[in-house]
């Protein structure tokens, strides 16, 4: 089965080729965009820029994930997050978006304001207090986005760690009333991981996968990416961003999310035509 949105919006098909998620965060602090969004009707101008690029599907997050962020309140998150979806939701009616949050009643409320998909930074941190969405997700049919993550970064033997929390996190979102079809899994590169451990997650993404679950990836201008390249600023990662897109649908990630989604766009297609070989055919 298709995954669907609450609201009735046409979710775009994985199956048929990769997708890809743009970014907004409507934060005064993010890494790489804290502060360039004051107001929704920029996050409404941005998401039109994003979806003219080729964006499939619209994240809107409220509160910085970057290490070292000072954490809202859910009523700063509501505050920031609500009017962006709505403006976002008005200006472009068919375009899918997704709340980037951990709480439920954030989650619910982004859910009533337009929002389509739930993506979820502690969805699959088995040692995280953090409220579980997942009666939001079972009650709105709502998709909802299961990422890795650990509030302590130690593992004892890392694959089988990685593996076991994210059939665990699955596990969880099922007993919950979650349809397995509404299920998305993250490998979540950068959080809960060292730089090496971020860098070996993907390299053989192919395991996670493999696990039967459509997989999002989102390595976009992270702090490993500036350690390898030896670049402090984010916004000159490019080069880091399309290795790690490319390499990323190879090893089956079914949705990439990424600031600029025109310079990772023609990048996608032609690693989606090498990935399909002589199967492929000209649109």
């Known amino acids: ?36 969004i004051p107001d929704p009707e920029v996050a409404a101008d941005l998401a039109e820029k994003l979806s003219n690029d080729g964006a499939d599907v619209i994240d809107v997050g409220a509160e ?47 859910i009533a304001a337009g929002a389509d998909i739930l993506n979820d930074v502690w969805g699959a941190a088995p040692d995280s207090a953090e409220t579980n969405l997942g009666t939001v997700a079972a009650r709105c049919r709502c998709p909802w986005i299961l990422m890795h993550n650990r509030t302590t970064p130690v593992y004892q033997d890392f694959w089988p760690d990685i593996l076991r929390d994210l059939r ?36 053989r993404l192919s395991r996670i996968s493999s696990l039967g679950l459509p997989v999002l990836l989102g390595t976009s201008r992270k702090s490993t990416l500036g350690k390898v390249l030896q670049q402090p600023d984010p916004l000159l990662r490019g080069a880091g961003d399309a290795a790690c897109a490319t390499w990323g649908i190879q090893q089956g990630a079914a ?19 090498l990935r399909r070989g002589q199967s492929w055919i000209a649109e």
Request: cysteine-free; hydrophobic content about 40%; glycine content about 6%.
């Open 64 to 110: 910085s994930t970057r290490p070292g962020a000072t954490p809202v309140e859910a009523s700063e998150e509501l505050r920031r997050l609500l009017p962006a979806i709505r403006a976002i939701r008005k200006r472009l009616p068919k375009i899918a978006i997704s709340a980037d949050t951990y709480r439920s009643e954030v989650a619910e409320a982004a």
């Open 255 to 273: 949705m990439l999310r990424v600031h600029d989604v025109a310079a990772i766009r023609p990048l996608v297609k032609m690693a989606d035509a």
């Open 1 to 36: 089965m298709r995954w669907t949105s609450p609201h009735g919006t046409q979710l775009p098909d994985w199956r048929e080729r990769t997708l890809l998620m743009g970014i907004i965060n409507v934060t005064p602090d993010s890494f790489s965009d804290g502060g360039k």
């Open 168 to 203: 665990m996190a699955v596990n969880r979102a099922e007993e919950a009333g979650v349809a397995r079809h509404q299920l998305w899994i993250d490998p979540g590169f950068g959080f809960g991981k060292s730089h090496s451990e971020n860098l070996e997650v993907l390299s």
